[in-house]
């Protein structure tokens, strides 16, 4: 999905770009900056919007954007280029794309977590982790030495709120032990033996859930991102697309009902922990939970990510970096002469100590 998010140097008019360690725009051309001005923090603007609204297409006018659609023909990434780029490399796959001229309705973003990180930052990060894989290929680590171009994109996530009440049916456990007789090598034997008394119980929970924090993207393998967190949500600032200078932007593949569908097991999950807490006991059985959900609200946020994309023997391994706190994961390839070679010298170590084993046994 692509939108111009470039802002012209007043001075030479080339294109500035958002700069992490100095929070302001830069134009690389002329060294020009422009300070941007602070939106204020997360919890200082950020209005939340009404979820059931949202499904029943009734949010105002202002909340939409319209913008024109790139897909990746291979991981079906939509990604924002800059408006004069026609053609270039899908930052997921590095497959090429050519840019589309469709155009696609969406809700705009309403937060978005700045980088904190810059390129080299990143890459360094990157470098680090990768040179800590054991039996990956040498050309891997030559990859990460050489310093290859990142890129910066802003990832795109949903957050819901919701208060909930729930009524539960369940049973509470208590231990207790019992003396018993019991025969052991023809002997009889007493030995205290563990049992639980159920008792039945039923009460009720209430929790108000803030910013449950939903991937709205299919670009990437889910457990890459999800372990990126956490994310330091309270450094969210309202959506400007100052932000988004110099960067690419994914658009949401992940629709907000869907989105809602994990939040809500998100909850339920919670839920459930919240009610054994209160059977209390020492263990619990839960039979039954029923849970109204009032208040909900979501917001489109953009999180930063800086990600690169390695083909090796035709395969495609991507890795990720968080863009605030330098977190990796990623995809890696293995290396069959490193395995062979470990294999070997394994088998010749273990050789070695049988021996000696065996003249000292001697």
Not at 26 to 40: F, K, N, R, V, Y
Not at 283 to 305: A, C, M, Y
Request: overall charge neutral.
């Amino acid at each position: 999905m692509t939108q111009d998010h470039r802002f012209p140097c007043p001075q030479c008019g080339a294109d500035y770009r958002y700069a992490p360690a100095e929070g302001k725009l830069i134009c690389d051309h002329c060294g020009h900056s422009e300070a941007l001005a602070d939106p204020g923090p997360w919890a200082g603007g950020i209005r939340e919007l009404d979820f059931r609204a949202a499904i029943e297409a009734r949010l105002p006018e202002a909340e939409i954007e319209e913008t024109r659609v790139s897909s990746c023909p291979n991981c079906g990434a939509q990604v924002e280029f800059d408006g004069d780029t026609h053609a270039d490399e899908c930052p997921f796959c590095a497959t090429p794309v050519v840019t589309g001229t469709g155009t696609h309705r969406h809700i705009k973003p309403k937060g978005v977590l700045p980088f904190a990180l810059s390129e080299r930052e990143a890459q360094q990060a990157m470098a680090n982790w990768l040179g800590s894989l054991w039996f990956a290929p040498n050309g891997l680590k030559d990859y990460a030495r050489k310093g290859r171009k990142l890129d910066g994109i802003y990832v795109p996530y949903w957050t819901y709120d919701a208060d909930t009440k729930s009524r539960y049916r369940g049973e509470r456990g208590t231990i207790y032990y019992v003396t018993e007789t019991v025969m052991h090598e023809g002997k009889p034997e007493q030995r205290q033996v563990q049992k639980i008394r159920w008792t039945p119980v039923s009460g009720r929970v209430a929790r108000f859930f803030d910013d449950i924090l939903v991937l709205a993207s299919k670009s990437l393998p889910k457990k890459y991102t999800d372990a990126l967190e956490p994310w330091d949500l309270s450094e969210m600032k309202p959506y400007t697309p100052e932000f988004l200078a110099g960067f690419l932007a994914e658009g949401y593949q992940v629709e907000l009902a869907e989105g809602y569908e994990e939040a809500r097991a998100i909850m339920d999950r919670t839920i459930d922990r919240d009610v054994r807490f209160d059977i209390g006991g020492d263990r619990q059985r839960v039979h039954g939970i029923e849970t109204q959900i009032s208040g909900v609200t979501f917001k489109h946020v953009l999180l930063p990510v800086w990600m690169a994309a390695y083909k090796f023997r035709g395969k495609t391994y991507r890795f990720v970096v968080n863009g605030r706190t330098g977190r990796v994961q990623g995809e890696r390839p293995w290396s069959p002469w490193k395995i062979a070679l470990a294999v070997v010298a394994g088998a010749i170590v273990a050789g070695i100590i049988g021996y000696v084993m065996a003249q000292n046994g001697g």
